[in-house]
């Protein structure tokens, strides 16, 4: 994401100079709907501590790539005063999304008393995935702006592993975490109702705590983190 992550503040600076001999402006108020096109990365770190023999603890970290619609709802309030604006959202992902797999090769050893050798793969994706949020803003004039964000995302977690013992080893479950998002942007608004913004956010997640539900009481323990590069599509009506 390095290089989005440059690209994105070289558009924030470039359009703050562009209107920043300008004054201030009122922005619409009303509601808004539109579609999000997310580039994003989910950055998971973890570990699987094995629940029979030694206990052994094998860390584990996965980075997944993904692209994405989401679609938002919002309402603002543009007319607060000195080019401030505020605005309440909420946000929907209708797709479920991959957030990493990871393979690790076991071997039974002396201390355990039943073979474990093996291929094992974590696999997880969430789906389900909503937000709500705020975003405080400064209209340099009637069009141009920027804006912070923040807000809660919650999602459900599903286990998708491929365990090389079949029925007899662990199965883990699914879980619903909670994250917090923050992020900014810049916002450009057309006279015809029509907005667009373009934004830079990074939401961090709960720790996710999956427990086997069979087999050796396995655990894995895992803190899921996404970036993404947004570009926002909308219309006020």
Do not use: C
Not at 109 to 121: A, H, I, N, R, V
Not at 168 to 175: C, H, N, T, V
Not at 176 to 199: A, H, R
Request: hydrophobic residues 35%; proline residues 3%.
């Amino acid at each position: 994401m390095n290089k989005l992550n440059k690209y994105f503040v070289s558009t924030i600076l470039a359009t703050m100079f562009a209107a920043g001999s300008v004054f201030a402006g009122e922005t619409y108020s009303g509601f808004s709907i539109g579609i999000v096109g997310n580039n994003a990365e989910y950055d998971t770190k973890g570990k699987e501590i094995e629940g029979t023999g030694d206990g052994e603890v094998t860390p584990g970290q996965a980075t997944q790539a993904v692209d994405f619609p989401s679609f938002f709802l919002e309402y603002t309030r543009g007319d607060v005063g000195g080019g401030v604006s505020m605005t309440f959202g909420a946000e929907f992902i209708p797709d479920k999304e991959s957030i990493g797999s990871k393979s690790r090769t076991d071997t039974t050893d002396s201390s355990e008393d039943s073979s474990d050798s093996g291929t094992y793969t974590a696999k997880g994706e969430v789906k389900n995935a909503v937000s709500a949020y705020i975003e405080p803003g400064y209209m340099f004039n009637d069009y141009i702006g920027f804006y912070g964000k923040a807000g809660v995302s919650h999602v459900k977690v599903v286990s998708l592993e491929d365990i090389a013992l079949g029925a007899s080893s662990s199965e883990y479950g699914d879980q619903n975490v909670l994250g917090g998002m923050l992020g900014g942007g810049i916002k450009l608004i057309t006279p015809w109702g029509l907005f667009t913004k373009l934004e830079y956010t990074e939401t961090k997640f709960e720790k996710v705590v999956l427990k086997s539900t069979s087999g050796g009481q396995n655990e894995i323990h895992a803190s899921p983190t996404m970036s993404a590069i947004r570009l926002n599509l909308g219309w006020n009506f």
